[in-house]
């Protein structure tokens, strides 16, 4: 069973940094390229990061540029996003996904077959 699971959610005043994790089981986890998604309640799921399989290749939404920083560990079936100055609109509930893809990624929600149960970040004073 493929399975993915996030963790690293939770409360962090405007300014700080929290990491997320990504565990994935049933996965041959060099295959699959990576995305963090986002979600606000009322508002579409937004793609924030992909990491292609091998981990060459990354991408950002314009408004986490130069502040989040996706990583992957293929070794341990492990990803990552590094988010730090974070701000009120960066709370959101995030979801990692995965698609089996060779090279490139890309923030297409369509294009994920598999998704975590989410992980609820909370920016607040």
């Known amino acids: 069973q493929m399975q993915l699971v996030e963790s690293g959610g939770g409360l962090v005043q405007p300014g700080g940094s929290l990491k997320l994790s990504c565990a994935a089981s049933g996965f041959t986890w060099e295959y699959y390229a990576i995305a963090w998604f986002r979600q606000v309640p009322g508002k579409e799921r937004e793609g924030v990061s992909c990491t292609s399989a091998a981990g060459g290749t990354t991408m950002y939404a314009d408004s986490v540029k130069g502040r989040f920083t996706i990583s992957r560990d293929n070794a341990k079936n492990m990803g990552y996003l590094q988010m730090n100055d974070l701000n009120a609109e960066d709370t959101a509930v995030y979801y990692c996904?995965?698609?089996?893809?060779?090279?490139?990624?890309?923030?297409?929600?369509?294009?994920?077959?598999?998704w975590g149960q989410g992980t609820q970040v909370t920016v607040s004073s």
């Open positions: 996904a995965a698609t089996r893809l060779f090279g490139q990624c890309n923030l297409q929600i369509q294009e994920y077959d598999y």
